[in-house]
């Protein structure tokens, strides 16, 4: 499987969903691809959030590896399924899908916890650390479902 984690900036959301599934993967020894990036470009190129980093390390991932990067068309060839974190992030990623092909592979991650929810993670680039540690806990659980459903 080859998937990408798609959030706004590509530094807070994504990048720990990113950090948690490659981990997963490599725990089990999956040959999986995992990636991430972001619909805008506002942090090409940058780490990850300092709040982001800590709260992985707190839970012993590191996530420094990882630099900002916008989504493209061509992730849609690149990649099976392409899980997205709120319904701006899926709006702004179908907008440049060109066929039902590459609009099927788009999915709001938190529906593999509560199928049929279309329930958001909620971007906690404005919040405080208590914004980062729930989001932890939502991917964390999510990207669980995600091994259980495609393994
Ligand atoms: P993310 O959070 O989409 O989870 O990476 C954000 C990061 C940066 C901005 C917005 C959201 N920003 O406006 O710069």
């Known amino acids: ?13 994504s990048p720990l969903a990113h950090g948690l599934l490659l981990q997963k993967v490599k725990d089990l020894d999956l040959n999986w691809e995992v990636d991430s990036a972001g619909t805008s470009n506002y942090h090409v190129g940058d780490l990850p959030d300092r709040r982001s980093i ?37 709006q702004n990623v179908l907008r440049l ?12 991650i938190l529906n ?4 049929g929810e279309n329930r958001a993670v909620p971007d906690p680039y404005y919040g405080g650390n208590q914004g980062f540690e729930n989001v932890y806990k939502m991917l964390d659980e999510a990207t669980n479902k995600i091994i259980e459903r495609l393994r």
Do not use: W
């Open 112 to 115: 593999e916890s509560f199928p």
């Open 54 to 90: 800590d709260i992985a390390r707190k839970n012993n991932l590191d996530i420094t590896y990882q630099r900002g990067r916008q989504f493209t068309k061509e992730d849609f060839q690149r990649f099976d399924e392409i899980f997205v974190m709120d319904s701006s992030n899926y």
């Open 97 to 108: 899908a060109e066929n039902d092909e590459e609009r099927e592979k788009v999915k709001l």
């Open 1 to 13: 499987m080859k998937i990408l984690m798609v959030c706004l900036g590509n530094i807070c959301r």
